[in-house]
């Protein structure tokens, strides 16, 4: 997608006045469940019936009330009375207070490892914008000494990911290309694609466990030799894709016997989530305006 059209959207994305207008279409409804779960149990059962692994995600973020970030760890601890074991939910830290409070954020995310961990799910917490990244890895970095699985996320976007990645030694990290906008962020393809691989190859290389998060052709293929060429086998790394995007792609892996993720959002917050999926993809925005205009 354009620079110009993708930086329209992910401000969208943050606008509320846009949210009221945009939430209110009556088409959204059948854009928003292409990609979140309606029913999110019935979803999490499908899936795990076909073999796939589950990521799941209670939408949500930029929580500027407490008692909205103790809701946040309701939900989470409800959701895991659904989870199978094995299964893995994804946080963001600004769901949990990390606007108000790092220690308040540290402290609810400590409350949902220490659940989860009871349960045998680990916990991934997700990257935000760039100025919620220090806070991410400072509370990552302190739930580690408990709860060595917990698992984090790096943008290959942001120039620093290599030296993050050659940091992280040892821990769960998803790689993704990144889905905010950074000052000084890598903005061509080519360039966020390279960043991808180098830090592909350190995490491969390294001891910890990659969770390769894209849904692009070419670095699923990257990511499956470097495996080799690292000697892992099909349950050292993982691949992750959204729930709704290349699903045919999702059942060829699994079937393949890799182990395949799907990231599975669901709750009523899903505004700045479809917001930054259209922004992904201009085929995307034209299905949200056909819709419109089928109506
Ligand atoms: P792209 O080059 O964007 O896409 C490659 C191909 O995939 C496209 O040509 C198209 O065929 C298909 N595709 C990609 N996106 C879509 C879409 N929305 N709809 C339909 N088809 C599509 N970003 C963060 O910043 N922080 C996170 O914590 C984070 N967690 C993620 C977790 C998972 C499991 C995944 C898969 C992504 C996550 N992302 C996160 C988003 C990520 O950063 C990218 O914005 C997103 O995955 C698109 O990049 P891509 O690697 O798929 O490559």
């Known amino acids: ?58 939408l949500g973020e930029e929580v500027t009330d407490p008692a909205q970030a103790a809701n946040t760890v309701r939900e989470y601890l409800s959701l895991l009375d659904l989870l199978p074991a094995g299964a893995d939910v994804s946080v963001k830290l600004t769901a949990l207070g990390l606007r108000l409070s790092e220690q308040l954020a540290l402290d609810h995310a400590a409350a949902i490892c220490r659940a989860a961990a009871d349960k045998n799910v680990t916990v991934t917490f997700d990257a935000e914008e760039h100025d919620t990244i220090p806070g991410l890895h400072s509370v990552h970095a302190a739930l580690r000494r408990e709860h060595p699985d917990v698992g984090v996320v790096v943008q290959a976007y942001l120039p620093e990911s290599l030296e993050r990645c050659e940091k992280l030694g040892g821990a769960r990290v998803r ?61 050292g790394f993982e691949y992750q894709m959204l729930y709704g995007v290349r699903p045919d792609e999702q059942a060829r892996l699994a079937g393949l016997g890799a182990q395949m993720r799907v990231y599975v959002p669901y709750g009523a917050d899903w505004y700045a989530y479809l917001m930054r999926r259209l922004a992904e993809r201009p085929r995307n925005l034209t299905f949200f305006l056909r819709s419109l205009l089928s109506r």
């Open 1 to 58: 997608m354009g620079p110009v059209l993708r930086q329209a959207l992910l401000a969208v994305s943050k606008s509320e006045r846009a949210e009221r207008v945009i939430s209110t279409l009556p088409l959204t409804r059948d854009v928003v469940r292409r990609y979140v779960a309606d029913d999110v149990g019935a979803v999490i059962d499908e899936l795990t019936r076909r073999g796939l692994l589950v990521t799941v995600d209670h």
């Open 175 to 235: 790689l993704c290309k990144g889905a905010y906008t950074a000052p000084g962020a890598y903005t061509k393809d080519a360039d966020i694609d390279r960043s991808f691989v180098r830090c592909l190859k350190v995490l491969m290389a390294g001891t910890g466990y990659p969770m390769v998060a894209t849904h692009d052709p070419r670095l699923v293929r990257i990511a499956s030799t470097l495996a080799v060429l690292s000697g892992r086998d099909v349950t």
